[in-house]
């Protein structure tokens, strides 16, 4: 059964994903390039980041 801290905790994670994609996507290309980042990439970047590898 879940928890409501279990999915408050799954709630925050999901905002923090959103939030990171977002952030990706909206970067400035020169800097996305100086990363090395592609901006397809953002969703695998982002669920690594939140969710782990």
Do not use: C, H, Q
């Not at 408050?8 to 923090?16: G, P």
């Not at 996507?25 to 800097?31: A, H, S, T």
Request: charged share 35%; proline share 2%.
């Amino acid at each position: 059964m879940l928890t409501m801290t279990d999915l408050r905790s799954r709630l925050d994670a999901w905002a923090k994903y959103r939030r990171t994609v977002a952030e990706i996507e909206r970067m400035p290309l020169d800097v996305a390039l100086d990363l090395d980042i592609w901006r397809e990439d953002a969703r695998n970047i982002a669920r690594r980041a939140v969710y782990g590898a």
